[in-house]
């Protein structure tokens, strides 16, 4: 298994810009996570879905969408790029089985983004 | 306050050292915890998860006091390998993580 696997590594952009980061796991896994990591602090939600066509805000939602059209994939996209945007990007997924719930949360390598 | 505090360090120690990581958490309700590990420019990874009697694994010990909401993380005999940043981390609701900041230990020779 891949586990969780996130494109691009690396991405510059101008401020005003769009795109989107692609996230895709392999271990059909319902949970997925959106978070991101800015220098010297801690993870911070953005996302989250519990399971195909079901996404919900975490912490920090306000500049991103998700969408959620099958098990494996979670992209988030940006619309209108700002500096306060600069940031690592991580992507996690967790799974549950029946009424059992595993804690643990497997996390893509990240994507550092830059808005100039 | 912020949800869950931790001390930033860095912490430098010796190879064979014993070190101790503190954490504090502001939600009384919360009922899992974990410790994970980043190492620099990587994605956290789960080292171990921290239950009410306290755990050990390996040089690792983790304590859980819910009277204070205080979480701790022993390692013992600290080795090279070890110089990572530890991030505290509380279930939330709907088991959404909840990260700290984290704390940097750098192990020397």
């Known amino acids: 298994n891949a586990g969780v696997t996130q494109t691009p590594k690396f991405r510059i952009l101008k401020i005003g810009q769009s795109m989107t980061l692609q996230c895709t796991q392999d271990m059909n896994h319902n949970y997925m996570y959106w978070y991101r990591q800015d220098p010297g602090m801690g993870l911070k939600l953005i996302y989250y879905?519990?399971?195909?066509?079901?996404?919900d805000k975490g912490e920090v939602p306000n500049g991103y969408n998700v969408s959620r059209s099958t098990t494996e994939d979670f992209p988030l996209r940006l619309e209108l790029a700002a500096p306060s945007q600069t940031s690592v990007y991580f992507c996690?997924?967790?799974?549950?089985?029946?009424?059992?719930?595993?804690?643990?949360?497997?996390f893509g390598p990240g994507t550092r983004l830059t808005v100039l | 306050r912020k949800e869950v505090e931790q001390d930033p360090g860095p912490f430098n120690v010796p190879e064979g050292a014993t070190v101790a990581f503190n954490c504090t958490y502001s939600n009384s309700a919360s009922q899992s915890f974990f410790w994970y590990r980043q190492d620099c420019r990587k994605e956290p990874k789960l080292l171990m998860s921290v239950y009410s009697s306290g755990n050990e694994d390996g040089r690792f010990t983790a304590q859980l006091n819910r009277a204070s909401q205080y979480i701790s993380l022993l390692i013992r005999d600290s080795k090279l390998s070890d110089s990572a940043t530890y991030l505290c981390?509380?279930?939330?609701?709907?088991?959404?993580?909840?990260f700290g900041a984290g704390t940097r230990l750098a192990v020397h020779p």
């Open positions: 996690a997924s967790r799974m549950t089985s029946g009424t059992i719930s595993y804690n643990e949360q497997f």
């Open positions: 879905s519990v399971g195909a066509g079901i996404t």
């Open positions: 981390v509380v279930m939330g609701g709907y088991n959404k993580l909840i």
